[in-house]
């Protein structure tokens, strides 16, 4: 079974605490209120059910089921895409069929290949066909264009990605040409929209990822204001992992009817072992250095809270020695993009980020996650953690409380 295959067989995930070390107190390294603080006795009931069942992970299809061309079968082929994950098998007919959809899962099921996959497919066949895809971050929209590039290759679809950070003239000039595909960020879309580059009219298709996130970015507004724009007549699909009300209320009112499939196994990954490190006041860094000297410590993702404390974190690290990169909010898209690509393909050993980097990155091959600083909620807390053991591989998360 390959890294896209859904794992059937799961080492259990665990969370434990080092031998002498307590569970989080009431406020973290910089003093969080104690109403905003993690209760790490939460997590351990919430990992404790080891037996808890998977909703719908049952594979009805393989990939040559669907009705999609040879061009994107041989390009599955060439990716080593064999078994449908989940939320692939269960909504690409329902889109290949022209239904609105809701897809809920966690991180790291293959929503990008669930719904990239039929609306090539719908271009292919109707080449007047335009889609609109949203996400929250540039990285993600980046990430989401590359695969798009991939599953489509040889078969001349055009596309554009349109994100903060990036020579606007560039996406300009790429929206002049008419792309089928055009991949962005709220802030950006919205601009080239105000500068008349973008008419929301022309699509018939809008997929919007990470819905959660936008609404916790606070992009509730400029989705609204999307969806309120596009034609009546049109395909929607929603991918999240929750379903707060603001966005349940935005999907009534601009879907039709949708197909919901919901496709979460317990909140917590199972092939993630779960770990708590206490650290005395002081010694926290001096602890963090003894852990990445380990051995197995050969891709570790840290997150830390703030963009100041992710840059100070990752000079200390070069000074001491270790390869180290860091990816926040304040550097260039160029600068973000050439950290993830050092970390991607080990020219880097550590990638040190904010919370930009715990939703819909895939990197392969992450061995741990280190949270350095506790994160502001349980559900950040699951999409950091989520960044290691993905698909069939296993993976370590390590969280520091004083």
């Not at 929603?238 to 979460?264: D, G, Q, R, W």
């Not at 490190?277 to 010694?283: F, L, M």
């Not at 974190?313 to 600068?335: C, E, N």
């Amino acid at each position: 079974m390959n890294n896209n295959s859904f794992a059937r067989k799961r080492t259990q995930g665990n969370f434990r605490s080092r031998p002498g070390h307590r569970v989080f107190g009431s406020r973290n390294n910089q003093g969080r209120k104690a109403n905003n603080a993690i209760d790490i006795n939460a997590f351990i009931q919430k990992t404790s059910n080891n037996n808890a069942p998977v909703e719908n992970d049952l594979i009805l299809h393989s990939f040559d089921d669907f009705n999609l061309c040879p061009e994107i079968k041989n390009n599955l082929k060439r990716k080593g895409y064999e078994t449908p994950t989940p939320i692939q098998d269960q909504a690409i007919e329902p889109i290949l069929e022209g239904k609105d959809l809701i897809g809920m899962a966690n991180t790291g099921t293959g929503k990008t290949a669930a719904f990239l996959l039929p609306m090539i497919e719908k271009v292919r066949k109707d080449r007047s066909q335009k889609v609109l895809i949203i996400a929250p971050t540039r990285e993600l929209a980046l990430q989401i264009e590359a695969e798009l590039r991939q599953f489509s290759y040889g078969m001349k679809i055009f596309y554009i990605s349109c994100v903060g950070g990036m020579p606007i003239g560039r996406q300009i000039k790429g929206l002049k040409m008419n792309p089928n595909f055009v991949i962005g960020t709220p802030g950006r879309i919205k601009d080239l929209a105000d500068r008349g580059f973008i008419h929301f009219h022309t699509f018939k298709n809008i997929i919007l990822d990470e819905v959660d996130r936008m609404l916790d970015m606070g992009f509730v507004d400029e989705i609204r204001y999307f969806l309120s724009k596009l034609p009546k007549e049109k395909q929607s699909l929603y991918f999240s992992a929750t379903m707060p009300p603001k966005i349940k209320c935005l999907i009534e009112t601009f879907s039709i009817n949708p197909v919901m499939i919901k496709v979460k196994s317990q909140e917590t990954p199972a092939n993630v072992e779960q770990e708590v490190i206490r650290a005395e006041k002081g010694t926290k860094f001096c602890k963090l250095k003894e852990i990445l000297i380990e051995p197995g410590m050969n891709k570790v993702l840290i997150f830390s809270e703030t963009k100041r404390g992710v840059e100070k974190l990752t000079l200390d690290l070069v000074r001491d020695g270790f390869k180290a990169d860091s990816i926040h909010g304040d550097k260039r898209q160029t600068q973000r993009q050439r950290a993830l690509n050092n970390f991607k393909e080990s020219r880097v050993e550590i990638l040190v980020a904010t919370d930009v980097a715990a939703r819909g990155l895939d990197i392969k091959n992450v061995t741990h996650v280190i949270n350095y600083t506790l994160p502001q909620s349980y559900e950040d807390y699951i999409h950091r953690i989520g960044r290691t053991g993905r698909g069939t591989s296993l993976g370590k998360a390590l969280t520091f409380v004083e």
